[in-house]
């Protein structure tokens, strides 16, 4: 569900009828750098936000400051290509291109 708990992510409706999803990326301290845990996160915001039938359209968005400054390189520092490509470590970062409601991107700053 849209409410449920979440550590890298601020996840509400919004809107005059509560219809749009609003999902904005939330690692203010690490330029919202793109971690396992945010795109676990974000793929569980995404498939809520599309089983939701009040939801009609998704905006994603990050912070003024910047809108994800990519793939967490401190997370991927110690690990070698067989590592992460055998280990799934990009599994699931297609979720956002196979949701059937339309998503918009909010983007400010770096990107």
Known sequence: RAGAAFQYLLVQKTGAQK???????NRPQ??????EGLMAELRRAL???ESDPEVGA???????????AGADIKE???K???ECY????????DKVSVV????IAAVNGYA
């Open 19 to 25: 219809n749009v999803g609003l999902i904005q990326l």
């Open 30 to 35: 690490a330029l919202n750098a793109l971690c």
């Open 47 to 49: 498939e809520a936000m």
């Open 58 to 68: 998704i905006v994603l968005t990050g912070s003024q400051k910047a809108f994800a």
């Open 76 to 78: 991927m520092q110690n």
């Open 80 to 82: 070698t290509f067989q």
């Open 86 to 93: 055998g280990g799934g470590f990009l599994a699931g970062w």
């Open 100 to 103: 059937r409601k339309p998503i």
